[in-house]
């Protein structure tokens, strides 16, 4: 099953259900996109010092992630190669080495191979201990987040974000130090295909009304406004929707970036202090961006919240099941009560047990399992919602979208899908770099 699938109608803006059901589509998408793609290994704030690691994972292959003593950061497979045994088993740390624990072979903070036990006497100097070293994964970072991939043929992590860069720019950079991760992160498992809840965070702006109708209501300020079945919602004066080159997405709300904050300190001061110096690097239609709260996902299973600060990695265990590391984003040079403010909120909302993550996850499970029926899961799922309502536009780059409720996002993130599930090599993938954007037809909206 390769090459030009059906599985993403992009004319038609719809999509096969067995794209959450199927156990080839998995096997396919591991294959294809897990195995090529820049994957979200984490943010050096999680392992500031040399000889600091984490272990995380990169779709259900265990990595160890760790700090050198010159500063870079490696990552490598953790499993040994001796027998296979897990190398490490604790989440965090500061190591010199990593000893398996089941014969004591000694691995280097680079996963080089650098004792093994008896080594002259049972193996006679006959191990090329060289070519035993664990095996490595391409690291490479961008504005503090570190980034791993497998295939030596994808582009440079800076080409891979693209022209999304512009957008994380604004606030990975923003107008102090820029974002940081707080952890360790929480973890749950939830029952669901690992694309349900990257479309929901890419670009479903419908939902936030609906889902979280009674959360929002709750939390009050300018989300309430969202909140219910109202003829009056606001719609193409709320925000955008974007979706770029390699799938990358979000959706803002318009000068809703500390909605479920107090106003006055914390969060809302820190943007306050800071909109002028982006405003002075970025311009005013950046500033607008980085006032505004912002749903996201970096293809292909990272997702975050700007505003609401909650940052998570949807780590896929088969087609029917993730894992769930939620961790909160900071601006690293806030000071530690701002950090912690923001972080009892994000923990609030969207935490393993947030009031708006329960709403989410609920929706989550029903949409996969729903799709055990034979019949039910021989259908077809529509993301037609705004088509033709977007476009290249004069500033913002890729495809914008007319409103924060659409599926532009959507589209744009199934289109690479598709793209990569098709393609038999990233040459191939590059070769479409000039015309990516055609499946949006409308050149002029803007
Ligand atoms: O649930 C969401 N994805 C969301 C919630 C998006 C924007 C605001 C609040
Ligand atoms: Fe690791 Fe044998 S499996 S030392
Ligand atoms: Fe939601």
């Known amino acids: 099953m390769s090459g030009d699938t059906t599985l993403v109608d992009t004319v038609n803006a719809s999509q096969s259900r067995q794209v959450f059901w199927d156990r080839d589509v998995y096997d396919l998408e591991i294959e294809r996109i897990f195995s090529r793609a820049w994957l979200m290994l984490g943010h050096k704030s999680l392992?500031?010092?040399p000889g600091d690691f984490i272990t995380t994972y990169m779709a259900e292959?265990?990595?160890?992630?760790?700090?050198q003593s010159d500063g870079t950061f490696r990552a490598f497979i953790n499993s040994c190669t001796h027998r296979g045994n897990q190398i490490c088993h604790a989440d965090s740390g500061n190591a010199k080495a990593f000893v398996c624990n089941y014969h004591g072979w000694v691995y280097g903070q680079d996963g080089s191979l650098v004792d093994v036990p008896l080594e002259s006497r049972c193996y006679h100097n006959k191990l090329d201990k060289q070519e035993l070293a664990a095996?490595?994964?391409?690291?490479?970072?961008?504005?503090?987040?570190?980034?791993?991939?497998?295939?030596?043929?994808?582009?440079?992590?800076?080409?891979?974000?693209?022209?999304?860069?512009?957008?994380?720019?604004?606030?990975?950079?923003?107008?102090?130090?820029?974002?940081?991760?707080?952890?360790?992160?929480?973890?749950?498992?939830?029952?669901?295909?690992?694309?349900?809840?990257?479309?929901?965070?890419?670009?479903?702006?419908?939902?936030?009304?609906?889902?979280?109708?009674?959360?929002?209501?709750?939390i009050g300020g300018p989300l309430a406004g969202l909140a219910g079945n109202r003829a009056d919602i606001p719609f193409d004066d709320l925000g955008l929707q974007f979706t770029t080159r390699h799938g990358h997405g979000f959706g803002v709300i318009d000068n809703a970036a500390a909605a479920i904050h107090r106003k006055g300190d914390g969060w809302n001061k820190?943007?306050?202090?800071?909109?002028?110096?982006?405003?002075?690097?970025?311009?005013?239609?950046?500033?607008?961006?980085?006032?505004?709260?912002?749903?996201?996902?970096?293809?292909?299973n990272c997702s975050f919240l700007y505003g609401t600060n909650t940052f998570?990695?949807?780590?896929?265990?088969?087609?029917?099941?993730?894992?769930?590391?939620?961790?909160?984003?900071?601006?690293?040079?806030?000071?530690?009560?701002?950090?912690?403010?923001?972080?009892?909120?994000?923990?609030?909302?969207?935490g393993t047990a947030g009031t708006l993550e329960s709403d989410d996850g609920e929706n989550m499970s029903s949409a996969t399992?729903?799709?055990?029926?034979?019949?039910?899961?021989?259908?077809m799922m529509n993301s037609t919602m705004g088509v033709g309502y977007e476009g290249p536009h004069p500033v913002y780059p890729g495809i914008v979208g007319i409103s924060f409720i659409g599926e532009t996002s959507y589209r744009g993130f199934y289109r690479f899908w598709k793209e990569m599930i098709d393609a038999p090599d990233w040459a191939s993938v590059k070769a479409n770099d000039d015309n990516w954007d055609s499946v949006f037809t409308n050149r002029n909206f803007w």
């Open 135 to 218: 095996k490595s994964v391409r690291v490479e970072t961008y504005k503090g987040f570190i980034f791993g991939c497998h295939d030596p043929e994808a582009p440079s992590l800076e080409d891979y974000l693209g022209e999304f860069r512009f957008y994380l720019d604004t606030i990975w950079e923003g107008g102090g130090a820029g974002l940081e991760l707080l952890g360790p992160p929480m973890k749950s498992l939830l029952h669901c295909n690992w694309k349900v809840p990257v479309e929901n965070f890419v670009g479903d702006g419908y939902h936030v009304g609906w889902t979280h109708a009674a959360a929002l209501g709750q």
């Open 270 to 300: 820190y943007l306050e202090d800071t909109r002028g110096e982006v405003r002075r690097k970025f311009g005013a239609d950046r500033e607008r961006l980085y006032v505004g709260h912002w749903n996201g996902a970096i293809f292909p």
């Open 61 to 67: 292959d265990k990595i160890i992630l760790s700090h």
């Open 47 to 49: 392992l500031p010092k």
């Open 312 to 350: 998570k990695i949807w780590h896929p265990r088969g087609p029917h099941e993730i894992e769930v590391w939620t961790y909160t984003m900071v601006p690293s040079d806030a000071d530690p009560a701002t950090k912690s403010a923001i972080q009892r909120e994000a923990t609030r909302t969207f």
């Open 369 to 379: 399992y729903v799709n055990r029926g034979v019949i039910t899961r021989d259908g």
